[in-house]
């Protein structure tokens, strides 16, 4: 079956520290690979994504490599600010099962302090 | 501006009642999922729809129904036979068969009081 392991967190850093937060998978099937962010009390929104081995997904100063090789998609930044403070999900979806579901991580929360 | 909306907010169950939760969305989206959150967990699938009057279970189905009589809507009921329906219920959407990133909905905090 499909799973994700996403590093345990939560994860306090001081503002303007690098972040990174480690994902490993497995997949059966070519999954498509996603970072979320879940603010306090809100819904998930996408923060970045990548379809096929070796592409980087971006956004916000944030970045992850799809790792065939290793099955890994960690998330980086080079520079985090107090905003950055949320639960970070790393997810798959195996679009070839028919249901496309996302399968979760547990989540890391991410503490930034000023 | 499109997007889900989900409601209620916040709501609270006795033990023993059946409740529903409303899921909408206005991006023309065809399919619809709905997933449970609990504390330092990630998502669960509960249920989910392709198209129109179809519908599958997920991976945690039992003591949940849901419907799909129109492509906006997809409301969840939480039936008494969910031993522990307390966590925070999240909806989401992709558009067509390519699949690609879901949207969600900002979600419905249950507890049974």
């Known amino acids: 079956g499909n799973s994700v392991t996403q590093m345990e967190g939560p994860v306090t850093l001081s503002e303007e520290a690098f972040l990174t937060i480690n994902c490993t998978y497995t997949?059966?099937?070519?999954?498509?690979l996603f970072w979320y962010v879940q603010y306090p009390g809100e819904g998930l929104q996408l923060l970045l994504k990548?379809?096929?081995?070796?592409d980087k997904g971006s956004n916000k100063g944030f970045e992850a490599t799809y790792r065939k090789e290793t099955t890994s998609f960690h998330l980086e930044k080079g520079s985090v600010q107090v905003s950055d403070s949320a639960v970070y999900f790393c997810?798959?979806?195996?679009?070839?099962?028919?249901?496309?579901?996302?399968?979760f991580g547990s989540g890391t929360r991410l503490q930034v302090q000023p | 501006d499109g997007g889900i909306t989900q409601s209620p907010k916040y709501l609270f169950r006795k033990e023993g009642q059946n409740v529903t939760l409303s899921c909408e969305q206005n991006?023309?989206?065809?399919?619809m999922y709905w997933y449970r959150q609990d504390p330092g967990q990630g998502l669960r699938l509960i249920y989910y729809?392709?198209?129109?009057?179809?519908?599958q279970k997920g991976d945690i189905a039992e003591g949940y129904s849901v419907s799909r009589e129109k492509k906006e809507s997809f409301p969840l009921t939480v039936t008494s036979a969910q031993k522990n329906p307390t966590a925070f219920y999240l909806c989401?959407?992709?558009?067509?068969?390519?699949?690609?990133?879901?949207?969600f909905g900002p979600g419905t905090r249950l507890t049974v009081l």
């Open positions: 997810a798959l979806s195996v679009g070839d099962t028919g249901r496309r579901a996302l399968t």
């Open positions: 997949a059966t099937g070519y999954p498509s």
């Open positions: 990548a379809t096929k081995a070796d």
């Open positions: 991006l023309n989206h065809d399919a």
């Open positions: 729809s392709q198209i129109v009057n179809d519908f």
């Open positions: 989401a959407s992709i558009r067509g068969p390519q699949g690609g990133e879901q949207f």
